[in-house]
Structures are given as structure tokens and as C-alpha cells.
């Protein structure tokens, strides 16, 4: 007997909003399959709002709004039977980030939950990643997000370590982040990676995934410092405009990949770790298979 059901996950983050439907594949006998049908991107960028003026302009606002009505009749399309939406660093940081949520909630029908960075790292823990790692071997899990980084140290394949940093893309782009937090990251990086001998960078975000795709290397394959260096340091011999015209970036991904590579190349240096696995998973992975084994609560439509 096959079940296949439609679960959304709605990731509102500081530089882009995401929309994923996965089809939820059930067969007696059979471990249950999880296969993306579709992801919409919207790159809104409301922590470019919130770092800076401690609020979500009127403009995002409206963006926000008609994005959240489109993927209510995306979901409504697709027949999704449940979503989940959850919001990170810029709503959770925004003095009108309640009051939107409860306009979206009321206009859209779409209740969205603000979740704090420590949840936001445990839902990511929920994806696939334990097939991503050797059950002998130590990693540095690290999401880069636009308003803040989470960092989880994964050692025997248990979680010995983790903590959200104010740390981000957006933050970075907008020069708003403390010479005092990247100590803080730094020291907290080196104590808790110190007693290892060799560890591995374990990275997520869609900079990374789109550095992984431009490298050409085969999945499960990783990234080396080398690699990674060689490549940060070709973005910044490129203007903003010849990284959209040469190197075929998007705009809301050219101007944010560098500060995102910086950050990746730091947790490197300071971990110790040569190599970066990247296996394309984030938020929205998390969401929809934290709300199919019920560890976070969802709506159903």
C-alpha cells in the first residue's frame, strides 16, 4: 500500500524567504522518503531593514504580505495537507516582527512562529544529516543565515556542542557586526573543537550550495580550505555588477557570498578542519521532517 501527502515548509529568513513542498513517500516495509517538488526563493531581505533601523520597513511589509498569499494558493495547487512556517534573526529581532506575523495571520491565514537561534539549529538537526556523518569522526556543523550562524560540534555522532551567534550575511554586507562577537565566535570555536585531532566543516546555506555547485565537484565530495580560500579570494577581485555579468550570480546572492565564504573559511581556521562537506540542507528540510515525526507542532489547511 503506497501513501504519498504533501507537507510545505516556509522559511522566513534575514535575506531570502523560502517556500518548500515535499511529497511524503509511505510504503509498508519501506523507511518513509521525503522528495522535494518544489522550492520558491523570494529574496526580500528584511534583516537589510531590521539591523539597521530596528524594524521592517513599510515596503517589506506589502513584499511580505503578497509573498504569503502566493504561497497559500501555491499550497493550495500543490493539495499540501499540513505546513509549517517559521520565522529567524530578522522577525525575531524586528520591533513590528509580531505585529506582521499576526497581519499575515489574519490576511493570509498563514501563522507564522518566531523560533530562536538554539530551536533554529535543532530543527536543521532534524534533516538528513546523520547520513552525512561517520559515526567515528568529528564535525563543525555551521548554517550560515543573513542575521545570524549557528555552529553545532557533532562528536561519535552526538551533539556535544552548539550555539547561535549574531553573525550573518546581512549583518556582515551592512558592517553591523562587533569586532567583540567575532572574538567571542573565535574563542568559543577553538575551546569547543580543541580536544580533537582531526574534525571536519559540516556546511549549510544556499552560499555554500551554490560554491559546491560552481566547484563541480561529485556530491558527498568536500570542499578543501585551499579551495575555498582560492575562491574567496577571486570573488573580491570582482565588482558587484561583473559577479552578477561574469560570474553569473544572482543579485541577491553576489553582494552576500563573500561575507558568507568569510565565515566558513573562519570556522575553518579556527576548528582546524581542511575540508567542508556541503550536503544541501537547511531550514526547510528540517521543518518538514520535524513536523512529520511531530517534534514541532504544524497547521493543517
Not at 533601523?53 to 495537507?81: P, Y
Not at 570555536?189 to 551554490?210: F, P, Q, R
Not at 565537484?217 to 570582482?238: D, E, R, V, W
Request: charged share 25%; glycine share 8%; aromatic share 8%.
Amino acid at each position: 500500500m503506497l501513501s504519498i501527502k504533501k507537507y510545505a515548509a516556509i522559511d522566513i529568513g534575514s535575506n531570502a524567504v523560502r517556500l518548500l513542498i515535499s511529497s511524503i513517500i509511505e510504503q509498508k516495509g519501506q523507511p518513509v522518503k521525503f522528495k522535494k517538488t518544489s522550492l520558491v526563493r523570494v529574496p526580500i531581505r528584511l534583516g537589510a531593514d531590521v539591523f539597521l533601523t530596528g524594524e521592517i520597513s513599510e515596503g517589506n511589509k506589502n513584499r511580505m504580505l503578497d509573498t504569503m498569499f502566493a504561497f497559500k494558493l501555491l499550497m493550495k495547487s500543490h493539495k499540501v495537507v499540513t505546513y509549517k512556517a517559521c520565522a529567524t534573526s530578522a522577525m525575531r529581532e524586528a520591533d513590528n516582527g509580531i505585529e506582521l506575523s499576526k497581519l499575515i495571520s489574519k490576511k493570509a491565514k498563514i501563522d507564522i512562529d518566531i523560533i530562536g537561534g538554539e530551536e533554529e539549529a535543532a530543527i536543521i538537526a532534524a534533516t538528513d544529516l546523520h547520513s552525512y556523518i561517520k559515526p567515528d569522526k568529528t564535525y563543525l556543523y555551521v548554517d550560515v543565515g543573513g542575521g545570524s550562524t549557528e555552529f553545532t560540534v557533532i562528536h561519535l555522532g552526538k551533539t556535544v556542542a552548539s550555539k547561535s551567534f549574531k553573525i550573518g550575511t546581512v549583518r556582515l554586507l551592512n558592517d553591523i557586526v562587533k569586532k567583540e562577537t567575532w572574538q567571542e565566535l573565535e574563542i568559543w570555536i577553538k575551546a569547543n573543537t580543541k580536544g580533537y585531532d582531526v574534525l571536519d566543516l559540516i556546511g549549510s546555506g544556499g552560499n555554500i550550495n551554490k560554491i559546491f555547485k560552481i566547484s563541480g565537484k561529485a556530491i558527498g565530495k568536500p570542499l578543501t580550505y585551499f579551495y575555498l580560500t582560492s575562491y574567496y579570494n577571486k570573488l573580491q577581485t570582482y565588482s558587484y555588477e561583473e559577479r552578477i555579468t561574469e560570474l553569473e550570480l544572482n543579485p541577491d546572492r553576489a553582494d552576500v557570498i563573500i561575507p558568507a565564504t568569510r565565515i566558513y573559511l573562519s570556522a575553518m581556521k579556527w576548528s582546524g578542519a581542511k575540508d567542508i562537506y556541503v550536503p544541501k540542507i537547511g531550514l526547510a528540510d528540517g521543518i518538514i521532517k520535524s513536523v512529520y515525526f511531530k517534534t514541532v507542532s504544524s497547521i493543517d489547511l
